[in-house]
T-cell receptor, first 114, second 113 residues
Framework: GENVEQHPSTLSVQEGDSAVIKCTYS??????FPWYKQELGKRPQLIID?????GEKKDQRIAVTLNKTAKHFSLHITETQPEDSAVYFC?????????????FGTGTKLQVIP | DAGVIQSPRHEVTEMGQEVTLRCKPI?????LFWYRQTMMRGLELLIY????????DSGMPEDRFSAKMPNASFSTLKIQPSEPRDSAVYFC???????????FGPGTRLTVT
């Protein structure tokens, strides 16, 4: 099955700096890569995603990049703000019997220091 | 829509007791997922249903865990008997056919003493 590794497990940055979270996946059949943000005590929520036919996607201060050859994908947050503090999960997804089976990484706890 | 609804939000029980967690998916969503979240193992998929039918239960830890979906608007995850190592946050999520996004409920924090 698919295996997703995520690094780092914790990350502290000063407000205004950039944050980068990296993930690798093992199964080349994975074709969809969502990122979820989970604030303390709350549910995970999708913040951005990328499909395998695209190398980069940007939405305001967040961007994702995908290197299919290396099976790497990353989340980039620029001009970080305290409200960006949360746990971020990457995931890799593939079609399995008509359903997009999702495998999550172990999460990165991001702390933005004011 | 109120989103995915889970109950209870918190559950504290003693080892050996039966625990039942409940989930109401978003109306119209054909897929329902049960996840367990712990610090050590992150988010683990336990089981998922499509149109009320269990499709993949390979993530269910052992026979003490069981899940049902008697209709499109209700699912339960039962642990019997519960053990301290079952302490975790259990999330239910739903997704419509054709979409890869999963909508998570608020979770149930389970503590087994």
């Amino acid at each position: 099955g698919e295996n997703v590794e995520q690094h780092p497990s914790t990350l502290s940055v000063q407000e205004g700096d950039s944050a980068v979270i990296k993930c690798t996946y093992s199964d080349s059949a994975s074709n969809y890569f969502p990122w979820y943000k989970q604030e303390l005590g709350k549910r995970p929520q999708l913040i951005i995603d990328i499909r395998s036919n695209v190398g980069e996607k940007k939405d305001q201060r967040i961007a994702v990049t995908l290197n299919k050859t290396a099976k790497h994908f990353s989340l980039h947050i620029t001009e970080t703000q305290p409200e960006d503090s949360a746990v971020y999960f990457c995931a890799a997804s593939m079609n399995s019997g008509g359903y997009q089976k999702v495998t999550f990484g172990t999460g990165t706890k991001l702390q933005v220091i004011p | 829509d109120a989103g995915v609804i889970q109950s209870p939000r918190h559950e504290v029980t003693e080892m050996g007791q039966e625990v039942t967690l409940r989930c109401k998916p978003i109306s119209g969503h054909d897929y329902l997922f049960w996840y367990r979240q712990t610090m050590m193992r992150g988010l683990e998929l336990l089981i998922y249903f499509n149109n009320n039918v269990p499709i993949d239960d390979s993530g269910m830890p052992e026979d003490r865990f069981s899940a049902k979906m008697p209709n499109a608007s209700f699912s339960t995850l039962k642990i019997q008997p519960s053990e301290p190592r079952d302490s975790a946050v259990y999330f239910c999520a739903s997704s419509p056919t054709g979409s890869s996004e999963q909508y998570f409920g608020p979770g149930t924090r389970l503590t087994v003493t």
